[in-house]
C-alpha cells in the first residue's frame, strides 16, 4: 500500500482554503447585488449587445477583454522565460524512432486536427471554442510533430525563433484590435459598446472584433505553448 505524503495532502488543504478565502474577499468587495446584476446583464443582454451567441466568448473578448489580454501576457512571460533560462541540447527522451506505420497514421490526422483548430478559432463567438482552445490544439500538434518525427525535424521547420516571432505578432495584433476601441471613442478593448458593427447574431461574419481577437490569441497561445514545450525538451 502506498504510503500517503502528509507533506501534500497539507499543501492541497493549505491551497485549498486560501483560493477560497481570496474568493471569500472578492465576492464581499463585488457584492452579491453587484455580482448577480453582472451575471443577468450578461445573460439578458449579452446576444443583443455583442452579436456573439456564445456567451462565454462574448465575455472573454468583449466585456471582460482586458483580463484576456493579461491571461495571454502570463503565457507570454512563461515561454519568454523557459526559453532563455532551459539548456540548449536536445533530450534524449525524443530520439525514441518510430515504425512507419505510426508516422503515416500521424501523418494522416494532423490535417484533421488543423481543421478543428480554425474550426474552433473561426467559430468560437457562434459555438464552444475560441482562440484558447484552438490555440492549445495548434500547439499539441507541433508536440504530436515533434515525438513522431523528432526534435531536429521539427526545428527545421519551426524552431523557437520563428514560434517567438508569431507568437509576438499575434500578440501585437489582439493589442492593436483593442486600440480600435480607442479609436472608436471608448476604451481599450472596447468593442461593441463603443458603436463597432457587432453583425447578425448566428451569422459568422459577426460579433464585431471578436473573430479577429480569437484569430489572434490562437496564434499568441498556440505558438507559446510550443515554445515551452520545445525549450523543456532540450537538456544538458
Do not use: C
Amino acid at each position: 500500500m502506498k504510503k500517503i505524503n502528509f507533506d501534500k495532502v497539507f499543501s492541497f488543504i493549505l491551497v485549498s482554503l486560501l483560493g477560497l478565502f481570496i474568493l471569500r474577499v472578492l465576492y464581499s468587495v463585488a457584492g452579491e447585488e453587484a455580482a448577480r446584476f453582472t451575471a443577468d446583464h450578461y445573460i439578458n443582454f449579452g446576444v443583443e449587445e455583442t452579436s456573439a451567441i456564445n456567451i462565454v466568448t462574448a465575455i472573454l473578448f468583449d466585456y471582460r477583454a482586458f483580463d484576456t489580454l493579461g491571461e495571454a501576457t502570463v503565457i507570454f512571460t512563461a515561454a519568454s522565460v523557459v526559453a532563455l533560462l532551459l539548456p540548449r541540447h536536445e533530450a534524449s527522451m525524443l530520439k525514441t524512432e518510430f515504425t512507419p506505420v505510426v508516422q503515416q497514421s500521424i501523418a494522416f490526422v494532423l490535417p484533421f486536427l488543423w481543421i478543428i483548430s480554425i474550426f474552433l478559432i473561426a467559430y468560437g463567438h457562434l459555438s464552444p471554442g475560441g482562440g484558447f482552445s484552438g490555440g492549445v490544439i495548434i500547439s499539441a500538434i507541433s508536440i504530436l510533430i515533434i515525438f513522431t518525427y523528432g526534435y531536429r525535424y521539427m526545428t527545421r521547420r519551426f524552431n523557437v525563433k520563428k514560434l517567438s516571432l508569431i507568437e509576438d505578432i499575434g500578440a501585437l495584433a489582439f493589442l492593436t484590435i483593442g486600440l480600435a476601441g480607442i479609436i472608436a471613442g471608448g476604451t481599450f478593448l472596447a468593442n461593441s459598446q463603443v458603436g463597432i458593427y457587432p453583425g447578425t447574431p448566428g451569422e459568422l461574419l459577426s460579433g464585431g472584433l471578436m473573430p479577429l481577437s480569437n484569430f489572434a490569441v490562437a496564434a499568441k497561445v498556440g505558438t507559446g505553448l510550443s515554445v515551452i514545450f520545445l525549450s523543456l525538451a532540450r537538456e544538458d
